[in-house]
């Protein structure tokens, strides 16, 4: 897969940006990675997500609003009909093998970035923004949403490094600035 140039390099910067002395807010660009989309028809649902499963290397596809992680990605249900696959750098993942008439299988790498919020206040920071519950309980490690970020559509995911936020390459820069700046009030660190 290859390896898009970001669209955060102009803005972001590494180190620590606030007065706590401990930062409570990690913000991290992903940029090595590869994302697939496996959309099925409504009539072939069940062999779609058995192959998005498969070439993520999982023993189940995910139901909606969940992820599981296989050998090779992790599978995200973003929508009824479709999921993403997210393959770390240097995975390699069997080729695809869908029909037409089954379903489709995009490329979505040009079109993501990727960032992981993670610290004790990530939650805090990301509900500045997100019209969702973040809370633990309520969106647990696996949990998956589609949501909107100041008017903007980005999937959403936790796992145990923390929560992953997926946004249009498009509006990445201003998201990030949205972000960061308010993440400095509780301590931020950019890697």
Known sequence: MANPISALQAVRRTGRFSTAAT???TIEEITDFGLLQFAAWAD???ETGAEAARVAGCSA???PGQSVRGVNGTLLR???LKWW???PAGAKTPAPDLGPETGAVLDLLQSRCWLRISGSLAETVLNHFLPINLGSGAFADGAVATTAFHHTGVTLWRDVQGLNLLMPRSTARSLWDLLSESARQYG????
């Not at 931020?188 to 890697?191: N, V």
């Open 61 to 63: 596809c995910p139901s």
């Open 23 to 25: 930062p409570r807010v």
């Open 44 to 46: 072939a649902l069940a």
């Open 78 to 80: 973003v929508e009824p």
């Open 85 to 87: 696959l997210v393959v």
């Open 188 to 191: 931020l660190a950019e890697k």
